[in-house]
């Protein structure tokens, strides 16, 4: 049976590749809403490992890897700021339009490549 820590991580991998399909099919918002998602479950899934307890229902990127004891380096503190804010971004229609405006294939595929590459750290985390 799984544990509930590679459940989180299981379904942070998917969100990561939702989020390349997303990108291939040119639907950029979507594109860094997964990879908020992808990272959030990734730190849920350390929470999970590091206490054995379920993780709280909370979406913020910071207050999570402070949970999960990560100690993270300023450019990745940065990052999960950047990602935090697409997560409330995309949820409300009427800010969709606008912040779907000023995303680019370049930034999307960014905010990819730093979700990928902070998802392979957090699932090393012991």
Not at 33 to 60: D, M, W, Y
Not at 75 to 89: C, K, T
Request: aromatic share 8%; net charge negative; charged share 25%.
């Amino acid at each position: 049976m799984t544990s509930s820590s590679e459940q989180w991580m299981e379904q942070a991998q998917y969100d990561l590749e939702t989020a390349r399909s997303m990108l291939a099919s040119k639907r950029l918002l979507y594109v860094l809403f997964c990879c908020q998602q992808a990272v959030e479950k990734a730190l849920k899934s350390v929470i999970v490992r590091k206490t054995g307890e379920f993780p709280p229902r909370v979406h913020n990127l910071m207050r999570l890897a402070e949970l999960a004891a990560a100690n993270l380096p300023t450019e990745q503190v940065d990052f999960l700021r950047e990602l935090s804010f697409y997560y409330i971004q995309s949820r409300y229609p009427d800010e969709i339009e606008n912040i779907g405006q000023r995303i680019s294939h370049d930034l999307a595929r960014d905010v990819l490549e730093k979700t990928e590459r902070t998802i392979e750290w957090l699932h090393s985390i012991p």
